[in-house]
């Protein structure tokens, strides 16, 4: 850059510096929240989280309403609805076309979606955590209602639970930017591997595949207690194929693709 | 400073920009004109890295935008007003960018009060905006990082008369204090009222750029006779070529005094004889782009 600088002096320090990635991030994060769209869908996830533990109050058997069985519980609608939320990151810069703002202000765009995957998995793990306080809460209430009401919890189902979270927000961040658009992405999303997973339970030769490939069936393994590594292996291949392959293919499409 | 040399964009076969080359001065501005699907847009996004060019290249203040860390701090860049996001308010955009390009926040109300938005106009959210204030939120983003170069596609779009206006003073203070601007409009008389420099575009090509002075002076003589077809014949029998106007003159790229000895010669009524300015550059700007809202129309 020095040779760049000498030949242009006009040109301050403020424009020819990067924008730091830190700051990125916190503008991603911010944006996550500063639309109707976005706000209401963290509000729908803190309700519906909150839900699940009623849920468990009211109808659970009483030996199960733990700390962990409402954490294991708790995490299920986020994990559900913050995939949108990457969905949204990525495909609201093309549908409402903000990308020609977000592009002009930081032409290196691989930044741009550096910092929104970072964000995403910092707005991943904040849910977790999250759920791991609502569940404090609501073990404190079910026990007081008579719920079991112990404390004990394995320490793999909650980072387990965090690589849960980390993995679908990433997948839907990889379907938005493979697809840019924002029907298109969140259909997608939760209906490809719903047909692949009923395609591997009913096609006989597809069932070993199935196996490995459906994250829906691999995933689930990762809310029981210390996961074994062949369940992390087929966590790792079905993986592999719903987040890095749309992941990859959609960073390469919105680094080339043309705003306007 | 802009630099834009041998620019071009071609979509499949399609020539959308065609070996375009010019350069914006600091203390100038230049209004990049032509008519719809002339290529303006294109171009300008290619100044500022969104479409790669097929071939050629664009800098801004000597170097290639995509190589700016932070762009913001030196160009302002308005290409669409209608491009933000509808649930945002005025000011949360306005506050994005300004923590993107590392601006004190606290120049965000100030700003959308530079361009008459007010702290109503403000907090409401972009999709309850008409077009001249999205119009005025997106100047607004451009001025934000105080640049020393502005970039706009067709800012005066939706304005009000009043607004367009203010506008042109804005720009021309901005260029006054050595600031470079370039303007793009399909309209030639909203320009020609502020810009120092023109560069013409039609169907992808330059087809004229320069002073607006010279450009404006060698757009050749107006004339009209009592007997318009007579005139006609004149004119051809002269071998002068001629474009008509709308009012039944008729423009000439020939001097005063050639077109009226021929009148002369032939007994003609003049009615009018003079050199035809911003008027001749408009039948200039017609000629030289007919024919492209009909391609604009089937692409």
Redo the contacts between chains.
Sequence with gaps: MTA?LE??P???Q??????PIG??T??EL??LA????GLWLLIVIAFATAATSAIMIGWAPDEEQTFQGFFEFGLLPSAVLLPVLGILSMT?EWS???A??T??????RGRVIAAKLIAGVLIAIASTAAALALSAVANLLGAAFGGDGSWSIDGSVIWQGVALQVIFVLMGIGFGALLLNTPLAIVAFFAVPMVWSILGGTIKALKTAAEWIDINTTTTAMSEPAMTSGEWARVAVSAAVWVVVPLALGVWRVL?R??? | ?ITVEHLTKRYGNHPAVDNVSFSCEPGTVTGFLGPNGAGK?TTM?MI?????PTAGTATV???P???????????G?L??A???????TGR??LS??A????VDTREVPRTLDRVGLNATAAKRRVRAYSLGMRQRLGLA?ALL?DP?VLILDEPANGLDPEGIFWMRGLLRDFADRGGTVLLSSHLLREVEAVADHLVVIGGGRVVAQGDKAELLAATGTLVRALDPAALDLVLKRAGLAGTKTTDGGVVVQAGAEIIGRAAADAGLVLLELRPAGSGGLEQMFLTLTAGDSVKEAVR
Excluded at chain 2, 48 to 52: A, H, I, S
Excluded at chain 2, 82 to 88: K, L
Excluded at chain 2, 99 to 102: A, E, I, Q, S
């Design positions: 760049v030949n242009t006009q040109l301050e403020a424009s020819t510096r990067p924008v700051r990125l916190m503008i911010r944006k500063d639309t109707r769209a609201g409402q076309r903000t020609l703002t592009f002009t202000l930081v032409p290196a080339r043309e705003v306007s | 400073m847009s996004r500022c890295g969104l479409t790669p203040s000597g170097v935008y995509r190589r700016l860390g932070n762009p913001g701090r030196h160009v860049v290409l669409d209608s491009a933000q996001h509808a649930g945002r949360e955009v994005l960018a923590l993107t390009m590392g983003l990082g020393a």
